[in-house]
């Protein structure tokens, strides 16, 4: 029940019976992950607006960095001259980074892309960066995170299924050259990641490939790119069928709460995505029952929190309508206030699916979940900052 | 040796036997403050980037508000309803309220000014604002601070003999009109304001009138406008020669470092500026030892902190090498990092004053002070934010 490499280890602790949904732990350098576990996004070394501190208090255990955005700036160079991402941000928890290749292929910052690797331009000067499989893996092992990504081409939505077959294999390619290049002596366990667009079969048939390697983790790339979140809930389901349900399951980019209930029920074990932090700074509140756009006229007295069965510290402090004063003018602390309820809303959601899994009754969650919300609102947008 | 008005009293504890610098407390409702004390500055509401859980850990006892930005957004009758100041902005803690004339005079929105009142633009909508005496002192009653200020006209600088000494008497005229109408049931005390720009003799002249009016609390204003600090600090020691010293003397808008410990040795009890704030959202941070420019090449491989001696969660915490990515990729998180060690400096320098001054050791503090600094830098630009 354990998928492990070097100092990595994956061990699941429970299974729901009726279902896919399990609870686990990552073994880090850095400590314990607890899982399902979601990854507050810290683009450049930094989950914006937030402090380690607060990032302790809202109940991160694990967050991802951008390999693209530092490779821009400051360079891996300078961090590992500091000690490595850890010691860089000052964050005593696990960090994983990506491998660069979403931004590459969504940013629109591609030059060229060949069997041999991509070009593109930095988002700092302009000027032509390089990556290549084993490129990726040098920049990762020098920014020394505890999970680091393989480099995959990025399959855009919608794709034609002649594009999205030719893209698979050459992210199979790829994560074979991650796999050799990767440094044993160096400590970041090594992801694969399964591509296949929205075509069941390919996305079976990756699943397959990328799953036969010997990587300790297997992501499910791609998704979240606009799709319906039904064909986005078959896509996992086909990788997951021909997958081995021994490793983690990473499910990147997703998402929204409700992305995060389905897919947990379905073996997703692991999740990152820019909606709690990036919504946050645009004035709007994950709750229970839904969103609040603090904006909003109707919250001008409002001396109520954001929710009242909330126990972050912005709902155990402030009321609606200073939130709404504190965004309205543009205030720096609306970023951060909003930043922790939104992901402490996030990580009370995990901690309550894992509770959910050990006491055998996730199928009850998921129910719940859904009764509290006051509508029906779908995943948005969720594309990286 | 107690100045008291309502439930408002000011106690000097210590005075240095060699000068006129002292050590006191403000008792308020919202709890003792020491004094001298720095008041960071929360222009709507918010001490900018800071929280009020950053601000009780920086050291701070007091903030200001300031009455002009929150006339325009979101208007005392709201905040009224939500509880006043202390409540809207969860700040446990004093908070003093300027009268808005600083703002009126210097950012260029005064529409009309007669012997009634000025009427000014609104900073949030253009629309037109009336402000009085007796609405100044109505308004900040509403805001319900610790410590509320009378109108003045702030004479501009430079100003001429003529119209400073007519900007003094129609101060005193509106000091006097602020006294009448105030609520004897309200509970925030009324500091009255010395006006007389650069002109010891009118500096001289509006200390005894406005000295001579029963305020509990004594401020001088029109400083810190571009004059010589050496100018500066003529027109404190002129006010605080006619001033009785059982007062607080409050000096408005000061300063850097060097403006605290100077106005201390006159009798300086109460400051507030933009300086550590404002400046640290620049990237220029207060040490011992001189001001540091985050940006600068120099920090880009700098592992230690920004000061060596410092306590604060930023120096404890953080690398000069990560403040500057921070700071260059402007992230959000370098507003509230930078903002913490500059208030901590602050507030730890008028700590370092107090216990110099239970310890009757003032001139050796002020000696030590320039000691460690690496420069000769004077007191820069402090307009307000």
Same mark, same amino acid.
């Given at each position: 029940?354990?998928?492990?490499?070097?100092?990595?280890?994956?061990?699941?602790?429970?299974?729901?019976?009726?279902?896919?949904?399990?609870?686990?732990?990552?073994?880090? =350098?850095? &400590?314990?992950?607890?899982?399902?576990?979601?990854?507050?996004?810290?683009?450049?070394?930094?989950?914006?607006?937030?402090?380690?501190?607060?990032?302790?208090? #809202?109940?991160?255990?694990?967050?991802?960095?951008?390999?693209?955005?530092?490779?821009?700036?400051?360079?891996?160079?300078?961090?590992?001259?500091?000690?490595?991402?850890?010691?860089?941000?000052?964050?005593?928890?696990?960090?994983?980074?990506?491998?660069?290749?979403?931004?590459?292929?969504?940013?629109?910052?591609?030059?060229?892309?060949? +069997?041999?690797?991509?070009?593109?331009?930095?988002?700092?000067?302009?000027?032509?960066?390089?990556?290549?499989?084993?490129?990726?893996?040098? #920049?990762?092992?020098?920014?020394?995170?505890?999970?680091?990504?393989?480099?995959?081409?990025?399959?855009?939505? =919608?794709?034609?299924? +002649?594009?999205?077959?030719?893209?698979?294999?050459?992210?199979?390619?790829?994560?074979?050259?991650?796999?050799?290049?990767?440094?044993?002596?160096?400590?970041?366990?090594?992801?694969?990641?399964?591509?296949?667009?929205?075509?069941?079969?390919?996305?079976?048939?990756?699943?397959?490939?990328?799953?036969?390697?010997?990587? *300790?983790?297997?992501?499910?790339?791609?998704?979240?790119?606009?799709?319906?979140?039904?064909?986005?809930?078959?896509?996992?389901?086909?990788?997951?069928? #021909?997958?081995?349900?021994?490793? *983690?399951?990473?499910?990147?980019?997703?998402?929204?709460?409700?992305?995060?209930?389905?897919?947990?029920?379905?073996?997703?074990?692991?999740?990152?995505?820019?909606? =709690?932090?990036?919504?946050?700074?645009?004035?709007?509140?994950?709750?229970?029952?839904?969103?609040?756009?603090?904006?909003?006229?109707?919250?001008?007295?409002?001396?109520? *929190?954001?929710?009242?069965?909330? &126990?972050?510290?912005?709902?155990?402090?402030?009321?609606?309508?200073?939130?709404?004063?504190?965004?309205?003018?543009?205030?720096?602390?609306? $970023?951060?206030?909003?930043?922790?309820?939104?992901?402490?809303?996030?990580?009370?959601?995990?901690?309550?699916?894992?509770?959910?899994?050990?006491?055998?009754?996730?199928?009850?969650?998921?129910?719940?979940? $859904?009764?509290?919300?006051?509508?029906?609102?779908?995943?948005?947008?969720?594309? *990286?900052?």
């Amino acid at each position: 029940m354990a998928a492990a490499q070097g100092s990595f280890k994956f061990n699941i602790l429970a299974r729901d019976q009726a279902g896919k949904a399990r609870v686990g732990e990552f073994i880090t =350098p850095h &400590g314990p992950v607890p899982t399902p576990a979601f990854m507050p996004v810290g683009t450049r070394g930094s989950v914006k607006a937030m402090g380690p501190d607060d990032l302790g208090r #809202v109940g991160a255990s694990i967050v991802l960095a951008n390999t693209y955005h530092l490779l821009a700036r400051p360079g891996p160079d300078l961090i590992a001259k500091l000690g490595g991402l850890h010691a860089f941000m000052a964050w005593p928890g696990a960090v994983l980074t990506d491998s660069g290749g979403f931004q590459i292929f969504s940013l629109k910052d591609l030059r060229r892309l060949d +069997e041999e690797g991509v070009t593109f331009r930095s988002p700092v000067d302009g000027s032509e960066i390089f990556l290549s499989p084993e490129k990726a893996v040098a #920049v990762q092992e020098a920014l020394a995170p505890d999970i680091m990504m393989c480099l995959d081409e990025c399959t855009p939505y =919608p794709a034609d299924r +002649e594009q999205t077959a030719r893209s698979a294999v050459l992210t199979l390619r790829w994560a074979k050259r991650c796999l050799e290049a990767q440094n044993p002596e160096a400590s970041p366990a090594l992801f694969g990641i399964v591509q296949g667009g929205m075509y069941p079969d390919l996305r079976r048939r990756s699943a397959e490939e990328i799953g036969a390697l010997p990587f *300790p983790g297997i992501a499910v790339g791609g998704l979240a790119l606009g799709e319906p979140l039904s064909v986005r809930l078959e896509m996992i389901e086909a990788a997951t069928e #021909v997958l081995s349900p021994d490793r *983690p399951l990473y499910l990147m980019g997703l998402g929204a709460p409700e992305d995060l209930v389905e897919s947990m029920a379905r073996g997703g074990d692991l999740f990152d995505c820019v909606l =709690p932090t990036r919504n946050a700074r645009n004035g709007q509140f994950f709750t229970r029952s839904g969103r609040l756009v603090i904006k909003n006229a109707a919250y001008r007295e409002d001396h109520r *929190p954001v929710d009242e069965a909330c &126990g972050c510290y912005t709902c155990r402090t402030f009321s609606r309508a200073y939130l709404r004063h504190l965004y309205l003018s543009g205030e720096l602390l609306a $970023y951060r206030l909003n930043t922790i309820h939104n992901l402490y809303y996030y990580l009370s959601l995990m901690a309550e699916a894992r509770t959910a899994v050990l006491e055998n009754r996730f199928s009850e969650f998921v129910s719940r979940f $859904y009764a509290e919300r006051d509508d029906g609102q779908a995943s948005a947008d969720m594309r *990286p900052e």
